[in-house]
C-alpha cells in the first residue's frame, strides 16, 4: 500500500461522492467517464482498499470509502484556499473572495451590497457560501465571514458592523383573516407559529421575555431561517424575521406584539493573515459598510458610534 497518490485523484473521488456515479462525476469535471474510471482505480491502487462498489442503484461507497471522504473534503478547501490566495497579489483588488454567511443573509442581505461593490471594483469574484454551519475560518473555509456571534479566536480580525432585531411578523394576506392578536396568550390560542424544528432558537428568545413556547405550539417547524421567512411571506401564519428584511417584503410584513424582540450582533471575520490582501479588504470594509446601511436605514442601529471604529483585534 501507497499513499502517494496525486491531489487529482482524491478530486475525482469527491466528485464522485457528490455525484453519484462516474457519468455524472465526468459531466461535472468536465473529462471522460473512462478518465474517471481509470482515476478512481489509481486511487484505489494507491489506497490498497475499493473505494465504491457497483449496486441496482448505482456506484455505492464503501466504509473506506465514508471514512476517507472528510478528509478529502479537507484537501479541497486548503486546495482551493491556496487558489484563492494566489489568485491575485497582495496590492491587487483582482480575484476571488469567498464569503461565508447565513442562508438568510447570503440570499436576502448580501446581492445588493455586492451588487454595489462589483460596480466599483469588476475585478473581484466571489464565492457564495450560504450556510447556517459556522465554517472554519482558521482553516481558510472562507476568507471573510459574517457572524451573528463575536468570534473570539485570536488569529482573526473581526469587527461589529451592527445590531439587527428580530420580531415576529404575518403578512398582510393572513392577518386579513387572523385578527393581530393583543397578547402571547391568544397568539398561541389563535394563529399559526413559524418556528425551529430541532433548534431552539425562538423558543429560547420568547424564554427569555416571559413568554412559554413549546415545539408542539409551532405549526411549521424548519431550522431553516429561509424558509421561515418564506412561510412568513406567503401567509402561513406569524413567525420572526430580521426587522429590517420585514419592511424589504410587498408589501411589508406586519410586526406582531412588537414588544417581543431579541437583538443579535452582526460581526464581519476574515483571517489575520489576509488584512494586507487588497481585494479581502475591500469586502471586508464593505460588508461592514453594507450591513451596518441595512440595519440603519430601517432604525435598527441603536447607536450612532460609527461602525468603522468598532473593529476588534483580539490579543493572543
Not at 156 to 168: D, F, H, Q, S
Request: proline letters at 5%.
Amino acid at each position: 500500500m501507497t499513499t502517494s497518490a496525486n491531489w487529482a485523484l482524491y478530486a475525482t473521488f469527491l466528485s464522485v461522492m457528490h455525484q453519484g456515479s462516474l457519468s455524472a462525476a465526468a459531466r461535472a469535471l468536465g473529462t471522460a467517464q473512462p478518465t474517471v474510471r481509470k482515476q478512481i482505480a489509481e486511487l484505489e491502487a494507491a489506497l490498497g482498499c475499493v473505494l465504491f462498489t457497483r449496486s441496482k442503484a448505482g456506484l455505492a461507497p464503501t466504509e473506506a470509502a465514508h471514512a476517507a471522504y472528510p478528509f478529502a473534503e479537507t484537501m479541497a478547501a486548503t486546495a482551493n484556499a491556496l487558489a484563492r490566495s494566489i489568485s491575485g497579489q497582495e496590492h491587487d483588488e483582482n480575484g476571488v473572495v469567498r464569503i461565508t454567511c447565513s442562508e438568510v443573509v447570503g440570499v436576502e442581505v448580501l446581492p445588493p451590497i455586492l451588487a454595489r461593490l462589483a460596480r466599483a471594483h469588476p475585478g473581484i469574484h466571489y464565492e457564495i457560501s450560504p450556510t447556517d454551519r459556522a465554517e472554519d475560518m482558521l482553516q481558510r473555509d472562507a476568507d471573510v465571514a459574517i457572524r451573528m456571534f463575536r468570534p473570539r479566536e485570536s488569529a482573526l480580525i473581526a469587527r461589529r458592523a451592527c445590531t439587527i432585531e428580530l420580531g415576529l411578523f404575518a403578512s398582510e394576506s393572513y392577518l386579513a383573516e387572523h385578527p393581530l392578536p393583543d397578547s402571547f396568550e391568544s397568539l398561541l390560542a389563535n394563529h399559526r407559529l413559524i418556528g425551529d424544528d430541532r433548534g431552539q432558537v425562538l423558543i429560547a428568545a420568547l424564554e427569555r421575555q416571559d413568554a412559554r413556547l413549546t415545539r408542539k405550539d409551532i405549526s411549521w417547524r424548519t431550522d431553516s431561517g429561509l424558509a421561515q421567512l418564506a412561510a412568513v411571506r406567503a401567509g402561513f401564519g406569524v413567525g420572526p424575521s430580521q426587522v429590517p428584511l420585514a419592511g424589504l417584503t410587498n408589501p411589508p410584513l406586519r410586526r406582531v406584539l412588537p414588544w417581543l424582540r431579541a437583538d443579535m450582533e452582526a460581526w464581519v471575520v476574515m483571517h489575520e493573515d489576509l488584512k494586507a490582501v487588497h481585494r479581502v479588504r475591500l469586502v471586508f470594509d464593505a460588508l461592514s459598510k453594507g450591513l451596518a446601511i441595512y440595519a440603519r436605514t430601517w432604525g435598527m442601529q441603536r447607536s450612532s458610534k460609527s461602525y468603522m471604529d468598532d473593529t476588534t483585534r483580539f490579543p493572543r
